[in-house]
């Protein structure tokens, strides 16, 4: 009976989590963006909903790419390893041990990062060097260099991101964890509905403004949008996505979406998701206040080279090491 | 109307390709999306410079040599049902550039834009009115969503 | 082989066009990259090729007139009023000053529309959307106005040989109209002016970033708006005599990088909005063209005017009322070199800025470009 219930729970949420994050795009597009930018702006369902269905009903073609069949299957794989996330930190896996552990959780993270590199040199398009132009032409400047495609840029910038541009999330997920003394999701829950919300101490409060600055970098949302900015690489390491795949790309960012801000709530607030408890509803009130938070901060954004890239992440890094410092204390 | 087109009258990606007008038309259509007086995003419409994302393809200008190869890549490039609309009077039928040499033939001008890749809908127009693109993106529809 | 300006050899390039979302128009940019940053840019035109000198060749001079307008989309009034003025050196007609008036007045209108464009186009290649769609906003009532004006919202084509186009004339409405809309650009550019230069971010991404010196620049021949962005007080505005009744500044900034050039354009905004307000304040009466005027043959006749992108030439000479040896020189390819040059030193993101930056507007270049046949 008990498994059972885990089971309905388990499912249950995951299903709501997906039912309230295809609207987030189109609500931070239509009540965030458009009203700033004083038009009307588009229904709330068309980005994050109808749009993904649209390209699912589009015609599969081959990808230009060395391996058409992995390029596909990576945000396959992207969506899978939010999917994990979000079931780690749902209240029936505590059992689970190490899984439901800040740990796995910055792993599954990494694997969401560092698809972003595989997708880049994977992905050929038509838009740089492809383009039937006469490039080469007698009396062009360095005709011996190597051609490298937008994609290539973009996989380069994926690396560094990996480096460093997600340093400020991490460094946000050890602050409940020096606080709780715990890697485990189970304990740090635990510890929050004994002492109160992480989130309302001073340690806390600074590691949530850390933990939101890396969420925009990983989203790669206005100005942190480096990876697939246009003013250079278009769309970066997604160019090649048609159809249905890019109906996944669609659907895992408003996931991710979701999940980061849920995360968040059981981080810092201690409510993991959990259909049977009416505090999901402070979690689902989370994870639509951050995208919102985002929006209202990147509507009034350029974007940022790494010459102002590297200064903001080094300083919101040093405030999330003074946090742990203070947890600590 | 079923989901299939329902979803797809919900959003359409229009991507732009410009080849060799004189500007006034590709400000015109920019200005149809981006401009808060027309926001084409209020109609669904949306902007991508994708082909692999694109539904719609707008062309402006009369297709000069050197656009014509670029412009079959592209459209062949756009996943399908897709749609091809042509907006200005030279997209249409070559505008002063190809027809004012008399019997004679242009050497610069591969064409207008349906003997190069088909066209859906033709906007006339020198330059083309904002309202006229968005009732041209319109009228494409109803191939977008019949089609299977 | 042709790493002449460079002595290392470049290892990367990242091709950029024909179609791209930072370039409007089509052009192709090759970047020479070193880790991110831009060591040699080559911008290739010639896409737009379409021969429209070869197609004025012949042509009676009214129609070749009317069909330099369709050279560019943008500063079409600027084609069509240095053709006409050509026409009317070469065959000595005064032109009354009511049309002199209301041309200047559309080529401010022009000016206006144009550098609005420019910031909005700079902001959207910034990343910045929101003041790119409120640019777009403020540039609806220039584009309004000219619409009302000429008929036409692109091409209005407003001057005729010997003063302007009957459809062209002001009267208490318009003028009315034209003021309105004044009294509401000034107010909002100044709004939006104020936001821009407060702006912490946008004033780091563009501080010192595609840095163009006053040697360079004078140099790589550049004209226009750019080149005052570096420090050089050039405007052929001071010189043509259209422009004597009225009082305005010159603008220009010292540091040659995109927060100068942005600036130039800004404070030439109120500038042309204070020339329209003196124009349609005491626009004279009488007659609007003038008509006694006859054909001849004349020699090659030239004329230089300043657009809002730099100085435009214009040269034709007439054989029996038709045109011949028609040469036209837009601004934007002399500042062709010093887009190549701005890019150099950028991180990758800032290339397609530093080419914004100077306002290319390579539809007007590509006409009398040669195609190279490979």
Redesign the interface.
């Known amino acids: 009976m008990t498994i059972l219930n885990s089971l309905i729970a388990v499912f249950g949420t995951l299903i709501l989590a997906f039912l309230v994050s295809i609207w987030l795009p189109g609500i931070e597009r239509k009540f965030i963006h458009a009203r700033i930018q004083q038009r009307v702006g588009p229904p709330i369902s068309s980005l994050g909903i109808m749009a993904p269905i649209k390209f699912f009903f589009k015609k599969t073609i081959i990808p230009n790419s060395p391996m058409p069949n992995l390029y596909n299957v990576l945000p396959v794989i992207s969506l899978l390893s939010c999917v994990f996330i979000f079931l780690f930190i749902m209240p029936q896996m505590y059992y689970l041990g190490a899984l439901a552990s800040i740990i796995a959780i910055v792993g599954l993270l990494k694997i969401e990062e560092v698809i972003y590199m595989f997708m880049g040199s994977l992905s050929k398009s038509i838009l740089s060097v492809n383009m039937p132009f006469p490039d080469l032409a007698k009396g062009g400047k360095h005709r011996k260099a190597t051609r490298s495609f937008l994609e290539e840029l973009s996989s380069l910038r994926a690396f560094r991101l990996i480096a460093f541009g997600s340093f400020p999330i991490y460094i946000a997920f050890f602050v409940p964890v020096a606080i709780a003394k715990s890697i485990y999701i189970g304990d740090i829950v635990l510890y929050q509905q004994i002492n109160g919300p992480i989130l309302f101490t001073v340690a806390g409060a600074i590691g949530a403004l850390v933990y939101f600055i890396g969420y925009m970098i990983l989203l790669n949302e206005y100005p942190f949008v480096i990876l697939k900015t246009k003013a250079d690489v278009i769309e970066g390491p997604l160019l090649e996505y048609a159809a249905k795949y890019r109906a996944y790309v669609y659907l895992t960012r408003g996931f991710l979406m979701f999940v980061l801000a849920s995360l968040f709530a059981t981080l810092f607030l201690g409510i993991p998701p959990n259909i049977f408890d009416w505090k999901v509803l402070i979690n689902i009130g989370v994870a639509i206040l951050f995208p919102i938070a985002m929006a209202l901060l990147s509507a009034f954004s350029p974007i940022f080279t790494f010459r102002q890239f590297y200064p903001v992440v080094a300083g919101v890094s040093i405030l999330g090491i003074l946090a742990i410092i203070a947890a600590f204390i | 109307m079923s989901l299939k087109s329902y979803s797809r009258a919900r959003a359409v990606h229009v991507m732009l390709v410009y080849t060799g007008g004189c500007n006034g038309c590709d400000i015109e259509i920019v200005n149809c999306i981006f401009s808060p007086r027309y926001d084409a995003e209020q109609y669904k419409v949306f902007l991508t410079w994708n082909p692999r994302e694109a539904d719609v393809l707008v062309v402006t200008g009369p297709v000069t040599k050197h656009t014509e190869k670029p412009l079959k890549e592209i459209y062949n490039s756009i996943p399908e049902p897709k749609a091809v609309v042509a907006a200005g009077a030279c997209a249409l039928m070559g505008g002063v550039y190809k027809n004012i040499h008399g019997d004679i033939p242009s050497e610069e001008i591969a064409g207008p834009v349906d003997e190069v890749i088909p066209v859906d809908a033709k906007v006339p127009g020198c330059a083309v009115r904002p309202e006229d693109i968005l009732s041209g993106l319109v009228a494409t529809l109803p191939k977008l969503l019949e089609a299977k | 082989?042709?790493?002449n300006n460079n002595k290392k050899?470049?290892?990367?390039?990242?091709?950029?066009?024909?179609?791209?979302?930072?370039a409007?128009?089509?052009y192709?940019v090759?970047l020479?990259v070193e880790d991110?940053i831009v060591r040699?840019a080559?911008i290739?035109v010639?896409?737009?090729?379409?021969?429209?000198e070869r197609?004025m060749e012949g042509?009676p001079v009214e129609k070749a007139n009317s069909?330099t307008e369709?050279?560019?989309?943008?500063c079409?009034n600027s084609h069509i009023w240095n053709s006409v003025l050509v026409a009317e050196k070469a065959l000595g007609i005064e032109i009354p000053e009511r049309a002199s008036y209301i041309r200047i007045v559309v080529e401010e209108l022009e000016r206006l529309h144009s550098h609005l464009?420019y910031l909005?186009h700079g902001?959207?290649?910034?990343?910045?959307?929101?003041f790119?769609?409120?640019l777009?906003?403020i540039?609806?009532t220039v584009?309004e106005l000219l619409g009302m004006i000429g008929g036409?919202?692109?091409?209005y084509g407003a001057p005729i040989i010997g003063g302007i186009r009957p459809r062209c004339d002001l009267n208490e409405m318009r003028i009315k109209k034209i003021k309105e809309g004044m009294d509401f650009l000034e107010e909002k550019v100044a709004a939006f002016a104020d936001r821009f230069t407060s702006?912490p971010?946008?004033m780091?991404?563009i501080t010192g970033v595609a840095v163009l010196s006053k040697k360079d620049a004078i140099r790589l021949a550049t004209s226009g708006p750019t080149l005052r962005a570096t420090g050089v007080d050039i405007d052929l505005r001071r010189d043509m005599e259209s422009y004597d009744p009225f009082e305005f500044d010159i603008i220009t900034q010292k540091d040659g990088d995109v927060k100068s050039n942005l600036l130039v354009r800004v404070f030439e905004i109120f500038e042309s909005i204070k020339i329209i307000r003196q124009a349609i304040g005491n626009l004279p009466p009488g007659k609007i063209t003038n008509r006694s005027w006859g054909m001849q043959d004349t020699p090659i006749v030239k004329s230089y005017i300043e657009v809002p992108r730099g100085k435009l030439y214009h040269s034709y000479k007439l054989e029996e009322g038709r045109t011949r040896n028609v040469i036209v020189r837009t601004p934007s390819i002399t500042n062709i070199g010093a887009m190549e040059h701005a890019c150099i030193g950028a991180?990758?993101?800032?290339?397609?800025?530093a080419i914004v930056q100077c306002d290319p507007?390579f539809?007007?270049t590509?006409r009398a470009i040669k195609?190279?046949r490979?």
């Not at chain 3, 050899?9 to 791209?20: A, K």
């Not at chain 3, 369709?70 to 943008?74: A, L, P, T, V, Y």
């Not at chain 3, 991180?347 to 800025?353: G, P, R, S, V, Y």
């Open positions: 082989m042709s790493d050899i470049i290892e990367t390039e990242v091709p950029m066009g024909m179609v791209h979302s930072a409007i128009e089509p192709r090759r020479f991110e040699d080559e290739t010639g896409i737009n090729h379409r021969g429209i197609i042509l069909l369709k050279i560019c989309g943008i079409s464009l909005a902001s959207e290649v910034l990343g910045h959307e929101t790119a769609m409120r777009f906003y540039r609806e584009m036409n919202r692109v091409q702006d971010m946008i780091a991404r991180h990758i993101t800032d290339a397609q800025l507007c539809t007007c590509d195609i190279i490979l």
